[in-house]
């Protein structure tokens, strides 16, 4: 046998020996076992409930064995929709309560967490009518306030319930609103927050339907994905300077809002932040802002008025697909790159200007736009699909005589140089099509070297 065979013989082997010992060091899992109305698992000597009969009816105690093993966990989902429980008592021995463990579940209306659980997934009480809350005064990992579920210190909101109508006021000192906190609180109409809290966590608010205000404090640096998705009838919202971060579809579908100042020192908006906000007539994007990230703005059907930061660098996919009563658009100098269908069926747009650092425009960016007419490029002829104007049979293609690459057609569209003044009709557009009043208009940059 050759060394290398050898070697490699001998490198096989020891693996072959690793995956039987990493094998055997698995700790034992048993089947589904099931005892009455309880599907349950056992690994290690402990049991973990995966599954409960929706069959039952009334009130539920949860044992704190099962086949002699005791009960340290509750699954994920495994009281779904188990809307015959009137009442519900947790067992001493229980440690974790996963994801959905109770979701859409039962008539009870108050949950005590007992002395031993240290971890509650997110979204284990969602779709319930729970009012009040209460912890074990002996758990080192829980408290309540007024029926609130916040960890030990009270720093971090993790549980409101469910079923709470009218206002609340997140008490001082509040650092953390968990993920899901407030999720699916249908009867919440207002919120408001200390200066003490730092993030809004993701899904926070997801789809509170009646929520119609909700006031941030001063220190709130990131609001996570899905934070306020399905709010529909907030109407309005201002973000402190302090927010920096936007997360995915964190106001999408939130069907009323029409006004939203966004913050001075803002510079994440992550993808379908504001999707189907069908009433929002207007934005102004701070030049702290380089990205605006796929389907940022997609479906804003109202949207009227748009001033984009000098400090973008790239529109991403659909950024704003389908925004129909958007009239005109200026894109500033530093963007260098305009994606797929950014502007795709924008119908009520007639008139943008590119700035001259565009170098790429992709497949269908300004396809379906109707009524586009002029477009007017002051830079050099970016490299382009030739489907960006697909379905916009009017657009002129208008660019400066100093600049290179261009011809008498460009992406099938046919070109025309042009003298106008760029100041006269910067300001022509910005003041007939994006932002009438004073402040927005001030704080939109001056997106060109004029």
């Known amino acids: 046998m050759s060394f290398a065979s050898f070697t490699w013989f001998r490198a096989n082997r020891v693996l072959s020996i690793i995956t039987m010992l990493a094998f055997f060091s698995l700790p034992f899992s048993a089947d589904a076992l099931t005892e009455g109305y309880y599907t349950y698992e056992v690994v290690d000597g402990q049991a973990t409930i995966t599954d409960f009969s929706t ?14 093993y005791p009960v340290i966990s509750i699954g ?82 993790k549980v409101f319930p469910r079923a709470r109508s009218g206002s609340y006021t997140i008490p001082a000192g509040v650092t953390n609103v968990a993920d899901y906190a407030f999720a699916t609180c249908f009867s919440l109409t207002s919120v408001v927050f200390p200066d003490s809290v730092v993030r809004v966590g993701n899904s926070a608010f997801y789809w509170n339907t009646s929520l119609t205000g909700i006031s941030l404090g001063q220190s709130v640096s990131t609001i996570g994905s899905s934070a306020l998705i399905g709010c529909q009838k907030l109407t309005s919202i201002d973000l402190p300077p302090s927010v920096t971060a936007i997360g995915w579809q ?74 129909s009563r958007l009239a005109g658009v200026i894109l500033p100098d530093r963007l260098t790159s305009i994606n797929g269908s950014v502007f795709s069926s924008c119908t009520g747009l007639t008139n943008i200007i590119v700035g001259a650092g565009v170098t790429n425009i992709a497949s269908s960016a300004f396809a379906y736009c109707s009524n586009l007419a002029d477009i007017y490029f002051l ?38 140089t042009w003298e106008v003044p760029i100041k006269r009709l910067y300001f022509y557009i910005m003041l007939s099509s994006y932002a009438p009043d004073t402040d927005s208009a001030s704080r939109r940059m001056v997106p060109f070297s004029l």
């Open 379 to 416: 830079g050099d002829a970016p490299v382009a699909s030739s489907t960006i104007f697909s379905s916009a049979p009017k657009v002129i293609v208008h660019y400066l005589a100093v600049k290179s690459g261009w011809g008498p057609l460009y992406c099938g569209r046919p070109t025309m």
């Open 76 to 157: 994920n989902y495994a009281f779904k929709q188990c809307s015959g429980i009137s009442a519900l008592t947790l067992p001493e021995s229980l440690t974790s309560i996963g994801y959905g463990a109770f979701q859409e579940s039962g008539s009870f209306t108050y949950v005590n967490i007992p002395s031993q659980v240290i971890s509650i997934a997110a979204g284990a009480f969602d779709y319930t009518v729970i009012e009040s809350f209460s912890v074990d005064a002996a758990n080192p990992n829980f408290s309540s306030n007024q029926g609130v579920l916040f960890n030990k210190d009270q720093t971090t909101l």
């Open 55 to 68: 069959s039952f009816s009334g009130t539920l105690q949860i044992p704190s064995t099962l086949g002699g």
């Open 250 to 323: 964190a106001f999408a579908s939130c069907t009323r809002l029409s006004n939203c100042t966004l913050s001075t020192n803002l510079t994440t908006i992550d993808s379908s932040a504001f999707s189907g906000c069908i009433a929002l007539s207007g934005i102004s994007i701070p030049s702290s802002v380089g990205k605006i990230s796929q389907h940022t703005f997609d479906g804003c059907t109202n949207l009227s008025r748009l001033a984009l930061g000098a400090g973008i660098t790239n529109i991403e996919l659909y950024a704003f697909n389908g925004c």
